[in-house]
């Protein structure tokens, strides 16, 4: 711009006065301003190019009386003249400058301090000049300028006069030719209108007629005139002063300097489908095949900023049209991102050079597990890289240790295997710095906004939890995941805990990891891949780190979940991503107070999830138990409730008290609410389909243990008989699982040969089986592998059960008839009554129970007409009996069980009681259960010649049948499996010494029967 530098001279007392320079000078310079108006009129008035212009003053002339009238007449054509529509423009801009980008500064210069410039001391004589041509009648020029210092326009009577180059970037505002009008109206933002009207209103009183057209257009188009509140929120924003009676441009109160950070950080990532943050779209650049990602260059301040609830960052972006590159190496980024204050909007840009751009080679994996709105874990990895080269055109890189950057306002606890957890509350924006070398920049973590589908935005994203509704959930069982919701008034059900594709662990930054972490880090809370449809039972695990320890954890002073282990769900078909780390499964079963705290931890964390997202804060648990788990369970999920208290005190735990009308807290209200038998008759009363015509059992065979619950029918009521339920530890694992590995391994049959035909993940599992065989028989291992346990679990469903060989039948048939002699046992005291007693099997473990049609003959081992219903199909039937209200003649059942289970725990410690049997009761038990065989089935035995032996071989007895006498047919091989069938009849630590003679009498049946096929296939 040189509108400072004209060379005319029309004042007689300047001090350097042209007319003392040579008189050729004079005259010439005279000539040429007379000889350049000349050429302005013989053009019609069109004004000649910026660069021709010999007197800058007359071209301020002309803008001012170019946008100024005095009459109607001269009004229209003026508003039609190119230079009023570029002087609307240019004014829109200044008055916007501060929200899309940086302030423009209205810098009063008095006339006399711009004639002391000692550099050019022939100002004087222009200033002068200027001062008449603006005539704005003061000794004042209102000169526009950026912060940097760049002059682009003065102020006139009639409106801002922008320089010849327009120094805006304000692509937001796209203004074209549009009459004034339609420019008001289509091309600004309801903001924009507001800022400039709120700035118009200030100026009142002002004698541009420009300002008072643009006012008088604001006010006609509709919505735009300011209500007091909308004043009161601009005029918190924004300030406007006076200085020397002009109004300045409105500035941002606050964040107006301090915004993006003077260096960007540059980090390599996997690719541009990895996230970085959650919120704004990462600002990924691909150079030479690679791909490398943005921080966010905010300041510690902003940081600091979003802290607060009136300020945000909606959005970050690179700047595709200013990012330069030369070959493959970066040489410029430039970015562009929008602030919210108060909800007022504000633009901020900024370009980066080479110099100002940081790339660090390595750095830590974050993960987000939010089950709560704001609250929950943040998972740091520190894994190892693949190296890549620097794709700056300088080639400059940082090199420092992952352990050495910090994220602020976090605090990581080390758990071992880098791998560490912070827990509390997820802040907005994750600023990240090193010590020693600077600010890196900031990740979003919370930055966008709650969305109108709650189910598809991870629940930390939102800024608090739905209210208004309460949701039931039934069914949290320690060894399994599947619950039933039910929202009150809502007759919809969701029955299970697992959303298809559900994943609570978020990745806010994943990096390139060349070494694959196979252990707890990199695990998701749920596993990434899961099935499509999941109904019924899905079995929990733990995987634990080096902080669990054997010993009980802390019960309320802190949140133990991920930083001592994580819960995960055992899907069959995505379960071998744990590879080799131990899973902690069978927790119910094991009775481990520690696993149990996690897996309730880990259980509540799932159920605030989907409670959040099915808009329910108010939760009730009503829970299922076993009579001598009973304390235990109870304690570890009022300790789990009471730990998410303290970490998540926004998250409304309550449910509505109809007698009183007060919240209650959900700790008061873990409502043990029917034992697990017992909840299942609930249902099937419920249905109309619970048969008692003289008594009935429910029979409840698990993955690890059985639950047995007996029922009598007195006088056409049902009630519970005393001591008449309990959980014995055998079920799934011996009755399916182990016969099929046994049997792969003494058959030699290959294994896609027991299954009928296979997906390609099923086929995955065949091929796993085959090498653990070869493995097993290479090390003359006998312990079945827990991934092998895992891939028969995948193919269970494929078994070929019209062409199950004899052996492996034989190997089921002593595994069921072991679950009809314990129910045997419980009923030895019992009268049979009259009529028919009925035999309820649920569970996974009963999927391949024979009945009578089958040859499977009940009734000669119970003593007693049976029927049997088999419903080992519906996963969902235990927690739909917890949902419903418990039936009238069940309530005094439930009633004395659940008193029966508070005395369990006092009664279990005070009383000691020897039932451990002699080694000759042990022995007349085998005999009796060979008995019991020989009633149940007629059993097949083959010779190594395929001829049929007698069943006696199969059992390791000399005379097997009704009249056996018990003499044992190899007194070795029956004392070599003494120790280890007594060992595992005892540890379930049962009071009945007839139930441990029978587990002891399955063992070695079972194992006698291994060793006879692995001998005769040997």
């Known amino acids: 711009m040189k509108v400072l530098t004209s060379y005319k001279d029309t004042k007689e007392n300047s001090p350097y006065p042209i007319k003392n320079n040579s008189p050729d000078t004079k005259a010439g310079m005279e000539n040429c301003a007379e000889e350049t108006r000349k050429y302005a009129k013989a053009a019609d008035d069109a004004p000649p190019p910026e660069n021709t212009r010999s007197d800058p003053a007359d071209r301020i002339r002309r803008w001012r009386e170019g946008v100024s009238w005095k009459t109607s007449e001269e009004a229209v054509v003026v508003r039609e003249s190119p230079l009023y529509k570029k002087c609307a423009k240019f004014l829109i801009r200044c008055v916007l400058s501060s929200v899309y980008g940086e302030n423009i500064i209205i810098d009063a210069q008095k006339a006399a301090d711009l004639k002391q410039n000692a550099k050019q001391p022939g100002r004087a004589l222009f200033v002068d000049a200027i001062l008449d041509a603006l005539d704005m009648g003061q000794d004042t020029i209102r000169i526009l300028r950026r912060r940097d210092g760049k002059l682009i326009g003065l102020l006139s009577s009639a409106g801002p006069i922008p320089a010849a180059e327009d120094a805006f970037d304000l692509p937001e505002l796209n203004l074209d030719e549009d009459n004034l009008e339609a420019l008001l109206k289509d091309r600004l933002s309801n903001q924009d209108k507001q800022v400039l009207l709120y700035w118009l209103e200030i100026m009142d009183g002002h004698t541009s007629c420009l300002y008072n057209d643009l006012h008088d257009i604001l006010k006609n188009i509709a919505r735009v005139s300011l209500t007091d509140f ?216 919370r930055a966008v906004k ?63 990891d060349t070494v694959a972490d196979s252990n707890f880090g990199v695990m998701f809370f749920l596993p990434e891949k899961q099935v499509n449809d999941v109904k019924g039972k899905t079995p929990v695990g733990l995987l634990t780190t080096n902080k669990y320890q054997n010993e009980n954890l802390p019960e309320t002073s802190e949140v133990a979940l991920y930083k001592s282990g994580k819960v995960i769900l055992l899907d069959p078909k995505s379960i071998a991503e744990v590879n080799s780390r131990k899973i902690l499964s069978d927790i119910k079963a094991g009775a481990d107070a520690n696993a149990m705290f996690l897996l309730a931890q880990g259980m509540l964390s799932m159920i605030v999830d989907r409670a959040v997202h099915l808009e329910c804060s108010n939760i009730e648990l009503r829970l299922s138990y076993l009579i001598e788990r009973y304390a235990p369970m109870e304690k570890a999920w009022n300790d789990a409730i009471n730990a998410f208290k ?137 312990k079945m592998p827990d991934d092998v346990r895992r891939d028969i679990l995948c193919l269970m469903n494929n078994l070929r059960r019209e062409k199950i060989p004899t052996a492996l039948q034989n190997l089921f048939d002593i595994c069921y008839l072991t679950e ?91 009383t000691v009681e020897d039932v451990s049997p002699t080694s000759m009761e042990l022995k007349e038990g085998y005999i009796q259960f060979l008995k019991n065989a020989q009633a149940l089935k007629k059993w097949e035995a083959l010779d190594v010649n395929n001829n049929r032996v007698s069943p006696g071989k199969l059992f390791n007895i000399k005379k097997p049948g009704p009249d056996a006498d018990g003499e044992i047919d190899d007194n070795r091989l029956y004392s070599s499996f003494y120790d280890a069938a007594l060992e595992f009849a005892m540890k379930g630590s049962f009071k009945d010494k007839e139930i441990i003679k029978t587990l002891f009498a399955y063992k070695i049946a079972y194992s006698s029967a291994v060793a006879f096929y692995s001998k005769r296939k040997r």
């Not at 243990?705 to 049902?718: K, M, P, Q, W």
């Open 450 to 512: 709650n969305a109108a589908d709650w189910q598809r935005i991870p629940n930390f994203i939102h800024t608090s939890a739905p209210s208004g509704k309460m949701i039931a959930v039934a069914d949290i069982g320690s060894s399994r995941s599947a619950v039933l919701f039910q929202k009150a008034g809502d007759n919809r059900r969701e029955y299970t805990l697992v959303e298809n594709g559900q994943v609570l662990g978020v990745p806010l930054t994943s990096t390139d």
């Open 820 to 910: 009809i002699v314990l129910l045997k046992c419980l009923l030895r005291e019992r009268e049979k009554g009259e009529g028919q007693y009925d035999i309820h099997l649920f569970g996974g473990g009963s999927a391949l129970i024979k009945d009578k049609s089958e040859g499977f003959d009940w009734d000669a081992v119970l003593k007693r007409n049976c029927g049997t219903q088999k419903r080992s199909g519906d996963g969902n039937i235990l927690a739909e009996g917890l949902l419903e209200e418990i039936q009238p003649d069940l309530r005094l059942a439930a009633s004395k069980m659940k008193e029966d289970a508070m005395k369990y725990q006092n009664d279990a410690s005070n």
């Open 230 to 445: 909308e004043k009161q929120r601009i005029n918190r924003i924004l300030a406007v002063s006076e200085k020397d009676g002009s109004v300045d441009f409105p500035v941002l109160k606050e964040h107006s300097d301090a915004v993006l950070h003077e260096k960007i950080t540059l980090v390599p990532i996997k690719d541009n489908k990895q996230r970085f943050g959650y919120g704004p779209h990462p600002l990924y650049v691909e150079t030479d095949g690679l791909c490398y990602v943005f921080l966010p260059p905010f300041t510690k301040e902003i940081v600091d900023a979003t802290k607060t609830e009136n300020f945000s960052i909606e959005n970050i972006e690179l700047i595709r049209d200013n990012l330069k590159l030369e070959g493959d190496k970066l040489v410029s980024v430039a970015v562009r991102c929008v602030l919210e204050n108060n909800g007022f909007s504000q633009v901020v840009r900024k370009t980066y050079t080479d110099e100002q751009i940081r790339f660090v080679k390595a750095f830590p994996s974050l993960s987000v597990y939010g089950p709560a709105p704001k609250n929950g874990w943040i998972a740091r990895r520190d894994a190892p890289l693949r190296d890549y080269p620097s794709p700056l055109k300088s080639g400059a890189e940082e090199s420092f240790d992952m352990k050495d950057i910090v994220f602020e306002d976090l605090i990581f606890e080390e758990t071992g295997n880098n791998y560490a957890v912070h827990r509390g509350e997820i802040p907005k924006w994750i600023g990240a710095r090193v010590e020693g070398v600077d600010w890196l920049g900031a990740i979003p973590a």
């Open 646 to 782: 303290e970490l998540f005190p926004d998250i409304l735990f309550s449910y509505d008290d109809v007698r009183n009308g007060e919240k209650v807290r959900i700790e008061d209200k873990v409502n043990m609410y029917l034992p697990e038998s017992l909840a299942i008759a609930n249902r099937l009363k419920s249905d109309g389909k619970f048969h008692t015509t003289s008594g009935a059992a429910i029979v409840d065979i698990g993955d690890f243990t059985t639950d047995i619950a007996l029922f009598r029918n007195a006088g056409g009521h049902i009630t519970l008989e005393e001591n008449g339920n309990v959980s014995i530890l055998f079920a799934g694992r011996q009755i399916i699982i182990q016969p099929i590995w046994d049997y792969l391994q003494f058959s030699g049959v290959k294994v896609e040969n027991l299954f009928n035909p296979l997906t390609e993940e099923s086929k995955q599992a065949v091929k796993r089986l085959e090498d653990a065989l070869k493995e097993q028989k290479k090390e003359k291992k006998e």
